[in-house]
């Protein structure tokens, strides 16, 4: 059945706009702090499960992408003056072609052995980014206060920043409607199942993973730009670290990868678990170890997710969540 024609897809999409435009009509400053950090990992969970989720394949260097795509976005922004969105953009296609060329590498490993190796990608790109003068070394780069002028200072700019996350978020949900339902994601389901059998029937499969990729690459990037230029500065340390792709795997499995809702619903709830732990003076460096925790319990126990045991439990559901 055509993506479009479920009432799952126009549920989703007008919960997560109604959402953002509540926070924008409200106009609280921290409000959109803290949905502004749901939305990014919402988005880094989708983007994820767009790969993870309808090939198998776990990927523990998502991170560089979010840290290639936004160190190239904010260099653009603040070395070359580009409009904002423009440089998310380019960013985000720079991410992409890395990704196909990154893909066309790794993509033939399977298992364990393929999820090393983009560990050992992502530590890579962290010693590459730190030895890279145009992106600042060691010390990263740095925005001047005066680059928000053109968006009408400061506060105007953070606003525009939260509202291009929104729009990124919608289109992505788009996109994973689109192809989960498409005759390109029934390939990469096909593969995520038996990629031996999938190959021997026709499709395509270093071709299908490689697009899959690719397309996973494209958000985060985005994120990247958009999360740099709010927070003013990048740094290596910030823009590569493992344990953020680590808790992105564990929003994806705790919403039900596969799923469209899934790993958003998953990425909010580890959120706000990740927030209040954060916040403890008990269990403030003990967040990893929770994250490490969540997703031995998922696998062992419940390793559909919330939102694939629900549809297994309520079939009827299956179209307003899958």
Not at 69 to 74: D, I, K, N, Q, V
Not at 175 to 200: N, P, Q, T, V
Not at 273 to 278: A, K, N, P
Request: charged share 10%; hydrophobic share 50%.
């Amino acid at each position: 059945m055509n993506g479009w024609k479920r009432p799952g897809t126009w549920l989703t999409l007008v919960s997560l706009a109604a959402a953002g435009l509540g926070v924008c009509l409200l106009g609280d400053e921290s409000l959109r702090e803290t949905a502004f950090t749901m939305l990014m990992y919402a988005v880094l969970a989708a983007s994820l499960n767009l790969f993870l989720g309808f090939t198998g394949y776990v990927n523990f260097g998502h991170i560089v992408f979010f840290g290639l795509g936004g160190y190239t976005g904010f260099y653009l922004v603040s070395q070359c003056d580009w409009p904002l969105t423009l440089a998310a953009l380019a960013g985000g296609g720079v991410a992409s072609l890395l990704a196909i060329g990154i893909g066309l590498a790794i993509l033939r490993l399977r298992g364990a052995t393929f999820a090393l190796a983009t560990i050992g990608i992502n530590e890579a790109a962290r010693s590459f980014v730190n030895n890279f003068p145009a992106f600042g070394g060691s010390t990263g780069l740095s925005l001047s206060f005066s680059a928000y002028a053109r968006y009408g200072g400061a506060s105007r700019a953070l606003w525009l920043t939260f509202a291009l996350l929104l729009v990124s978020a919608l289109v992505l949900v788009s996109a994973s409607y689109a192809i989960r339902y498409s005759r390109f994601g029934l390939g990469l389901l096909s593969i995520r199942e038996d990629e031996d059998a999938a190959m021997s029937l026709g499709v395509a499969a270093p071709r299908y993973k490689t697009l899959a990729y690719a397309a996973s690459a494209f958000f985060p990037a985005v994120v990247g730009t958009l999360f740099f230029f709010k927070n003013g500065n990048v740094e290596p340390g910030d823009a590569f670290r493992l344990g953020t792709s680590i808790e992105v795997i564990v929003m994806v499995m705790l919403g039900g990868q596969g799923t469209i809702a899934g790993p958003l619903l998953g990425a909010i709830g580890y959120e706000r678990l990740r927030g209040y732990l954060l916040t403890s003076a008990l269990f403030k460096n003990l967040h990893l170890c929770f994250a490490g925790m969540v997703l031995l319990l998922i696998v062992l126990f419940v390793p559909a997710g919330a939102v694939g045991a629900v549809c297994r439990r309520f079939p009827r559901l299956r179209r307003g969540l899958g």
